[in-house]
């Protein structure tokens, strides 16, 4: 029985080691055939791999020479559109500085001829003033204050003329404005006293009794002691001022008197 199992598994050994090789030899051929076809696939990829890059070639050789001569196209409408847009942009500077002139003459025209009415209307007043000089010394006062218009009209219409000579013509408007305030001033001692200063003042103290104590500032003792005691009105309450409210507004009012005792106007 050993020598049967002996035979009996050699028997199966040769058998399956004639099998795989039939099945390797089967595979081998098949492989060979398909190594073929790949083969003669990849000659044919090769193949339109060419053909490709020689038409992406040529492709590229007329998209070359299209953009070449689009870019010549462009750069031509470029120019000719910044001709045109220079020219234009020389038009409207044109129309604008037109416009500007057309304005500025309008706007000289119109100060012109306000300018005019003002001086017209001064010297209607003026020559009233001189037919009808009842009291000199306060319409001489009046007259100088009335100068002050047409020459500062007159002023700003030549500076809107001649713009060079603004700063200087600015000079002349402040000057008469600073000497316009100073009549002012002596044109109220005209008709207080009569050109006296002295009976100003007078007039001043007789009635500094109707006048308040000047304070330096608004928010100062005084202005605080008015808001407590309307603040203590409003309440119903009376309360008496701080100390240091009282000690301060005593030192103002001391500051505010004169030599004789009485409050200085």
Not at 52 to 60: A, G
Not at 129 to 148: D, G, N, T
Request: hydrophobic share 40%.
């Amino acid at each position: 029985p050993i020598f049967i199992l002996f035979i009996l598994l050699v028997a199966s050994i040769t058998t399956t080691v004639v099998i795989l090789h039939s099945s390797i030899h089967s595979l081998q051929l098949s492989y060979q055939g398909d190594i073929a076809k790949v083969n003669e696939h990849i000659q044919t990829v090769q193949s339109q791999q060419s053909n490709y890059v020689q038409q992406v070639k040529t492709l590229t050789k007329l998209v070359s020479e299209s953009l070449n001569a689009t870019d010549e196209y462009i750069h031509n409408i470029t120019n000719a559109v910044s001709e045109t847009q220079d020219v234009i942009n020389q038009d409207m500077a044109t129309v604008q500085d037109i416009q500007d002139n057309q304005s500025s003459l309008m706007a000289v025209q119109f100060a012109g001829m306000f300018t005019i009415l003002v001086i017209l209307v001064s010297g209607y007043h003026l020559s009233q003033h001189l037919r009808h000089m009842h009291s000199p010394v306060v319409q001489r006062k009046i007259m100088a204050v009335l100068w002050m218009t047409p020459i500062y009209s007159l002023s700003c219409w030549l500076s809107l003329v001649f713009e060079s000579a603004e700063p200087y013509l600015a000079v002349i408007r402040e000057f008469y404005e600073s000497y316009c305030v100073y009549m002012f001033f002596s044109f109220l001692i005209a008709v207080l006293g009569r050109g006296d200063r002295r009976a100003v003042v007078g007039l001043l103290e007789q009635r500094a009794d109707q006048l308040s104590r000047p304070d330096k500032c608004r928010c100062g003792p005084k202005a605080w002691k008015r808001c407590w005691q309307s603040c203590c009105n409003k309440c119903g309450k009376r309360r008496k001022v701080p100390n240091d409210l009282s000690l301060t507004e005593s030192v103002v009012g001391g500051n505010a008197t004169n030599n004789n005792g009485g409050p200085e106007p």
